[in-house]
């Protein structure tokens, strides 16, 4: 059993995958090549924004709208602490400082009281000034952009989403990427919409920021590579990649349905035993992973492993705990949440080709481990996630 099997879906368009991947070959353009252009094209309409910046990796695409809007030192962004560390990276790449913020226990995104409280701590200790928040759109699911953008608007900052999950995912009937002033996305191999190595994108409505973001992807061109107007970096997505994701977009949508599927059986059958992520109204997650949440995470974890089934813990510790970043600052209400789950989740195996047999395998694994393992103490403090799931207990008493 695959954790993520890309084999299946390199199999069902394997032909047209090859004859792509020719194409460039045979043209020889391999850098800037048309279907690079031609795929910004097609992912700006399938994500419903005006631009599309291709670059050559996540990183760079959440990076790259730092430089072109001109944060940097003296500056402070908010950021989740519980994520990938390319979030709080580029701010630190871009000599301003993360601030980290915790996330909510429904949805593992930015917490907003959380953030409103970081914002007035930063804004009264007047050392930094309040410059942009980045949330996360964390295992596919969209952070929530119609707060976060109230305080944008009030607070006059930068919002950057970091879609590098969620690509295929909606919100109130808009797509992950189309959210806050600017979106960055990966397409690293396992993302749900990923190329054949690296590769990065970033979408946004503004014409005069879409053409800054090319400048500097591009060592800060001006009219000619030739006429530096800015100090960039060098940041490009392969036009053999591009070919790659032609053919995987055009397939993104029918995986997106499949998800759904997956995700909904995993909510089913284990909703009753374990915390277990589900769609909230108004949203469809990209389903970059599937989460539940257990006191007996460990145990379960390497019940798994014996029975052959691959399951992930997303992620170890959180970024203020970790020894790049512990120095920086953090909302002054605590990172509980944060510090939290990593005690208590688990992802599991999800792909748009995960058989019913095999998912059927690791649902009935999970409830025999469940079911024969004695509940250690808990605290009296309960928190409810919405959408049905099940009540779950914090903090586990060891």
Known sequence: MQFIDLGAQRARIHDRLKAAMDRVVEEGRYILGPQVAEFEAKLADYVGVKHVVACANGTDALLLPLYASGVGPGDAVFVPSFTFAATAEVVALAKAEPIFVDVDTKTYNIDIESLEAAIAMVKA???????????????????DYEAIMAIAKRENLLVIEDAAQSIGGTADNAKCGAFGHVAGTSFYPAKPLGCYGDGGAMFTNDAALAEKLRSFAFHGKGETQYDNVHVGINSRLDTLQAAILIEKLAILEDEMVARQ???????????DIVTAARNLDGTRSAWAQYAIETPKRDGLKAHLQEKGIPSVIYYVKPLHEQVAYRHFPRTPTGLAVSEGLPN?????????YLSEADQDRVIETIRNYIARTPRRRRNKQVLRRDCGEVTQATPVQK
Request: net charge positive; glycine share 10%.
């Open 125 to 143: 200790e007047g050392r930094l000034k309040p410059k942009a928040i980045i949330p996360v759109d964390l295992f596919g699911l969209a952070a």
């Open 261 to 271: 599927k997956v995700a909904a059986r995993y909510a089913e059958g284990l909703g």
């Open 344 to 352: 208590r989740i688990l992802c599991l195996p999800m792909h748009p």
